[in-house]
């Protein structure tokens, strides 16, 4: 079957991967653009968030490319996430799409339709082939989100930033293509070799921002602007707990990693005591983390209408007294431009410099004078 | 509560001031019920020792409200300040009228066999008041007539009008802006999510490829399938701007409507919300449901 599947970030690597390991043909939609939003936001409820749209734009791009199915995930709430493959279903239906929905939903859900869903998946190849695929995949997850670390990490320290960014595109289109296990680290090594060669001097500490808030968000960089490739070129280092692997582990393979879990819990429960659904917990748990690491500040990026972040949004407030950490909050829907997010960006960074000035040039932190016996 | 031996204050009806409190004290992004909650509470802060905020989680199993409800105490907490904040607690799938539910301060200072003894009569009258709601009357006249009014017979109207939204919106005569009253006034009779069971509303549920999550949006749901049922003339949806299972249950109804060829009227609330406006739009809407009565007479 043709497949395809929403676009999430970096996601479209591993699954792309793993519906061709499987037999079937991926038909990835062309990566998100000006025409998707304009699609989603023209087909989709207007109060629906921005996800939502831009998954329909998605899906509509995709189906116009002759692809005969999506492959979506569920969820059991109270998230609007888990009831988005629904809707949207009946939207392409009216417009007169002829598809199948594959749905992943939880364990914890409708099991008839995740059953279904996994045979028709697994239909195409025996089973050795379709582990072998599926770990393929997971390890195209893993390694692509190393290098995103990497590539965060060095970026704001580069001489030159088109070049690094060059490297990086290198490094996730090897990836893309990639079919063995074992050469996947070669290629992490060597855009490691090619922007260590782009090293600057270095000036003193760099400004540390954390990045938190709804996960797509965050991790869609045509859909916040560029907001980790932008924070870096402006010379700041972006520092990031959010990633698909880190989800795959904490939702799918719960059970081997629960240590994200209780982490979440620890950290967030002095001020958000119960969960809120989507990542609610999580960005409060992100941000107390931000404050007892020192960073320099946080921005939180959610859709517009997102409801367990503004629920987290309101706790902000409580969180950033606390720690002294300065947030920003970054609410994106389909009629944002970039002009106003990086002018909002450079002034926010302008406090955060100031703020360093002010309590001496080479602090790490807000928390310096604590450090000098104060 | 007065089983205890506390004084209740409750707030009084919703206001102008009221809601501008709100709406300072909160994000901006909040829906337009979350603002009113926080202006009450900063309107009862002077009046009152403590605040008892009730975290609802879920009332039915595998069912959430809404994540706004999930973090009302929390955002309470950051709009009311240091004011005391006691937490009335439902945890997913428990009952909000056991004991484990109240705060702890609360089943720390008092015997056991009192505070069992007030859930008893508290669990009572809610049902008592449950049955009232179910017979077609409003929660203001149901509340009425359990603290010993009589009931009023009204005349019996001919034209019926459906009224479909989250309780909040529906009931607070602020919010809608008296809408209740409006569609008495042109006679019609008003039925809403709440005069059908439980049971009649999970009954209708069962259409949908994936069960609902969220407890008032099944609501929402099954009452506009049992309205199309009843032959009422027309639906209006009053939803809150910025609700996040509307937007999508919106779509579900819309469709359900254009299937049973029934007129239905989606009104967005917000603070903004004027009344001329308002009423113009109900008013029009009437006047449509009149002209298609008259044409099918014909």
């Known amino acids: 079957m043709r497949l395809t599947f929403p676009h999430m970030g970096l996601l479209s690597i591993p699954v792309e991967t793993l519906i061709n390991g499987l037999g079937h043909e991926a038909v990835p939609a062309p990566p998100t653009n000006k025409r998707t939003f304009e699609l989603g936001s023209k087909y989709a409820p207007e109060g629906a968030c921005l996800p939502f749209k831009i998954n329909l734009g998605n899906y509509i791009e995709a189906l116009e490319r002759g692809a005969e199915g999506i492959l979506m995930a569920g969820g059991l709430g109270p998230c609007r996430f888990g009831y988005y493959a629904q809707i949207q279903r009946q939207i392409l239906e009216d417009l007169g799409y002829q598809f199948t929905l594959l749905l992943l939903e939880p364990l914890g859900g409708e099991r008839r339709e995740l059953y279904r869903a996994l045979r028709v998946l697994l239909e195409k190849v025996a089973f050795p082939q379709a582990v072998a695929a599926l770990r393929l995949a997971w390890e195209k997850i893993r390694w692509v989100d190393r290098g995103n670390a990497l590539f965060r990490y060095y970026l704001p320290r580069c001489k030159d930033k088109a070049e690094a960014s060059k490297s990086y595109n290198q490094f996730l289109e090897s990836i893309r293509e990639e079919k063995k296990v074992c050469r996947l680290k070669a290629h992490l090594q060597k855009m490691e070799v090619s922007l ?38 402006m010379g700041v280092e972006v520092v990031r707990e ?45 941000m107390v983390d931000a404050g007892v690491n020192r960073l320099d500040g946080v921005i939180q990026v959610l859709p517009f209408t997102c409801m367990p972040e503004i629920v987290a949004q309101s706790i902000t407030p409580e969180v950033s007294a606390v720690y002294q950490l300065p947030v920003l909050s970054l609410v994106i829907d389909e009629h944002s431009a970039e002009a106003g997010i990086i002018t909002r960006l450079e002034a926010f960074l302008d406090l955060l410099r100031r703020k360093r000035l002010k309590m001496g040039a080479n602090s790490d932190g807000p928390f310096r004078r604590e450090q000098k016996g104060w | 509560m007065e089983e205890l031996g506390f004084t209740v204050v409750v707030s009084g009806a919703t206001g102008k001031e009221l809601i501008n409190a709100g709406v300072k004290a909160a994000v901006d992004e909040v829906c337009l019920p979350v603002k009113v909650f926080l202006g009450h509470s900063l309107a009862l802060t002077s009046q009152c020792d403590a605040l008892l905020i009730p975290r609802l989680v879920s009332i039915n199993r595998k069912d959430y409200i809404c994540p706004k409800f999930m973090g009302l105490p929390e955002m309470t907490k950051q709009a009311v300040g240091a004011h005391p904040v006691l937490i009335w607690k439902s945890e997913q799938n428990s009952d909000l009228g056991s004991l484990k539910a109240l705060p702890l301060d609360i089943r720390r200072n008092f015997p056991r066999r009192q505070i069992k003894k007030g859930l008893q009569k508290a669990k009572t009258t809610f049902r008592i008041y449950h049955g009232l709601l179910q017979q077609g009357l409003f929660p203001d006249e149901a509340e009425r007539i359990l603290f010993g009014a009589e009931k009023k017979h ?12 989250h309780p909040y919106c529906l009931y607070d005569p602020f919010i809608n802006l008296d809408l209740v009253r409006l569609l008495r006034r042109y006679g019609f009779k008003v039925l809403a999510p709440e005069f059908f069971t439980p049971r009649q509303i999970a009954e209708e549920q069962r259409v949908l490829a994936k069960p609902l999550f ?13 309205l199309c049922k009843e032959k009422v003339e027309g639906v209006i949806y009053l939803s809150a701007f910025a609700c996040g299972p509307e937007a999508l249950i919106g779509e579900l109804v819309k469709k359900e409507a254009k299937a049973n060829g029934l007129p239905l009227l989606q009104l967005d609330l917000d603070e903004h919300s004027g009344e001329a406006g308002f009423v113009t739009r109900v008013e029009a809407f009437i006047d449509l449901l009149n002209r298609k009565r008259r044409l099918n007479c014909v």
């Open chain 2, 214 to 226: 969220w407890t008032l949006s099944q609501r929402i749901f099954g009452a506009f399938r049992l």
């Open chain 2, 154 to 165: 009204r005349a019996e109207d001919r034209r019926r009008m459906g009224l479909i939204g």
């Open chain 1, 196 to 233: 260590k060669r782009n090293l600057g001097r270095e000036t003193g500490p760099l400004l540390r921002v954390k990045i938190i808030g709804e996960i797509y968000m965050v991790l869609e960089p045509r859909v916040n602007f560029q907001l980790e490739k932008l924070l870096g070129e």
């Open chain 1, 242 to 286: 959010m990633s698909i692997s880190q989800w795959v582990e904490e939702h799918l393979l719960g059970f081997f990693y629960p240590h994200h879990k209780r982490r979440t819990i620890l950290l967030s429960e002095p001020f958000l005591p119960s969960f809120v659904g989507g990542h609610g917990r999580e960005t409060i748990a992100e």
